[in-house]
């Protein structure tokens, strides 16, 4: 017979030991959230589910429950034949460790494939991301990198966390770039999803010296930043990148790459178009139109978001003119002296291998 976990032994058990989570909802229900790093082997693929739902609800449960087993029945030689393939310790989940997960575990174990339920399921997780994000209480210091939108700040900060220093990419685990031009070319991640990833990160750097992290507004696309981590920003140490305007251009064209997304370009451009002063926004839409995209980006940065940068800075007051500007040409140079300047308040970490 099939043994249960909870959360709290599943967690503690992931830390140490390979294990395997399978989602056994639907392709859908998994697609909107699920535990990070799981498999997804539906037990009813979405049209099912929707059949099996309405059963319930317009005839009865017990037609549903027949129903659904003459569904898995046809199938249930591919499915054993799929968890079977898992190699390891596998745990299963549905919704709340009902029906689906209970059924895929006794089953599996009268053909001999031993996995463990997760007991409340995905209800049970989520649970305990929001619990734990509640009570975090994160000790690392908080590096923030400030600079105008094209500096590179998020390339500089994966060219760190490559070379070992600990990065926090909130904008990675948003699934968006943050800003109205954000999401092109991207998918993003809803909240469940992001505070699950920002979870995993927090834990795993819970004992580091340090975070490194962009200087992010609250909101960034779909999700927001939770309360602790926006005050330990505020509280954190504040590096100001500058690199020319021709960089800066450079650096999102090769980010954004418009001339693959030319109409959501247009889409996002049309949001902020009225907040633009006739004369640039019509040159900006015309260089659009004409695919002249640096044109277009260069006006974007100099009449939008150069100022809109400029007023959201000054939140940090003095905090920012505290520390030594970074001027840099290009990006190699801007990682080196940030890279100094870190090791600077961090001397005892230069010769460290986990750092650098």
Known sequence: MFQDISIEQLIEQRQNKEITLIDVRSPSEFEDSSIPGSLNIPFFDDAERAEIGTLYKQVSAQAAKERGLE??????????KSFAAIPGRKVVFCWRGGMRSRTT??????MDVHVYRLEGGY??????????????DFTPDIYVLH????????????????????????????GHRGSIFGEIGL?????KTFDALLLEELIHYKDAPFVLIEAESKR??????PEFLMNKKQQGVHFMIEVPMKLRVQNILNDYRPWKHAEASMHAFQQIKSRLHTPIAAEIESSLKAGVYDRAVELLLEYYYDPRYSHTSNAYGDELRKEPLIHASELDQAVSILENAILEKQPELRNTIAIH
């Open 123 to 136: 209800r049970a997780y989520r649970k305990w991301v929001l619990d734990s994000l509640e009570q975090m």
């Open 147 to 174: 600079g105008n939108t094209g500096t590179g700040k998020t390339d500089i900060l994966k060219t760190l966390k490559d070379r070992g220093y600990p990065v926090l990419d909130l904008e990675g685990l948003a």
């Open 187 to 191: 998918r993003s991640h809803n909240q």
């Open 220 to 225: 960034i696309g779909k999700v927001i930043v």
């Open 105 to 110: 575990a006794t089953v599996l174990s009268l």
């Open 71 to 80: 569904i898995m029945s046809a199938k249930l030689p591919s499915f054993v």
